[in-house]
């Protein structure tokens, strides 16, 4: 089955002069140059955001400001970072390039400080602030060292002050560390190199071929950035359910088992689901582990055979043997295969040997299916999508809003949901489809 919601119908130009599109709209007139038409829907999610904007120069400078404030700790930091994402975001929205700050007039979330900083791209073609920030030694090792799998802002900060510099240092002083940082830092050059959205489909094919020995009808849908029109993501997100509730349990645990046997798996870790009642009404915070949301999943790396970064025939991509085939070359290299039995083999070992495959970033997520739109919604993102319609929903209806439903919390009931659509309509936000919800 399939997610049967057909992609909002353009809203007719209602006049040659003003264009319109789910709420956000553009005066232009040909005497002067266009300008928002006021209000700007608040929420960034009541506004279409593709992914080509006419304002790229813009919003890096102010996403710059935003990364640099989420890198520093305290409540007043995470706001001025919330700030910069939100003007940026009203940016992104326009049906037209800036040319004068005056077409700003009547958006949300342009403050002072925000106009401050565009005025001065649009005079200079740069701001001071932005590329201060830029040239900040601090942020340039925060940039870098954040990028490492398992590695968040504390630990970054933890590397700065011993005094290293690059992902190299790091490697040859830090001995501490989950297996997350253990695989990160070793593949780190690797897992930099973005996915592309062909091994992206390769992969989700692959599993798709899988499932059909280990559990008939479910269902695959790759999320995350490539769900939202990317051509190039960090990682592959694959999100999992089954229309008759309660089959999609033991599924998990019985792929993994396959990939182990076709030696597909790097590293990961399988998550237990934590979902209770309590979770519904409990707001979007993270969680006890500080997961995202409660669904059972797999965070790892998979083996990813290098021939899928190509266009396959499906002989050859279905064929187990030459999967297998291509990784038996790696494992059957002594004594590699045998360290491996005994992992006596290092991250940094495997990353060393002559390899033909290259490791990529997966999640696996498992969604009940009373839950699933909710969850495909959560995990198409964007996260500052998310942040926003979450918020819409607490303040406008006081719902409580998370990748598992909707609770009406003066009602004390869960508002369930058969499409996303619905999810759409029942908070009365116009529907855009993911590759309109890029903000
Ligand atoms: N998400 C979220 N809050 C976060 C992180 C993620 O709501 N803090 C959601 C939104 C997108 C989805 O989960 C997948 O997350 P990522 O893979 O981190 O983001 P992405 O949009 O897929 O970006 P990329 O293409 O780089 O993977
Ligand atoms: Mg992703």
Redesign the pocket.
Known sequence: FTDSIKAREPVPVQDKHVIAQGGDAVECNQASEPTVQSPVPEYSCQRSTPLKHHNSRFCEAMELLQDYAEMREGDDNYMRALAWRRASCVLKSLKFPLTNIDQLKGAKDVGKHVEKVLQSILDHGTSDEVEKVRNDPWYKKMKIFTKVFGAGTKTAQEWIEKGWTTVDEVRQNYTKGDWRLRFGLAFHEELMELVTRLEADNFTKFIKHQCETILPGISVEL????K?G?T????I?LLFTHQSTGKEVGFLPRLLSVLESKNLILCGKWNRGTYTEEAMYSDSKRTKNNQ?DHFEKWIGIIKFPKKWRKSISEEEFFSDENVSADLNSYEDSEPAKKKLKTNELSPEDIAAQSRSWIARRV?LIIAPYDQYFYALV??????QF?RDIRTYAKRTHNYAMTSHGLYDLTKRKSLPAKSEKEIFDILGVPYFPPEERNC
Not at 378 to 383: A, E, P
């Open positions: 999320c995350g950035g490539f939202r990317k190039h993501g960090h990682d997100d995202l999640d959560g995990w198409t993102g964007s996260k998310n």
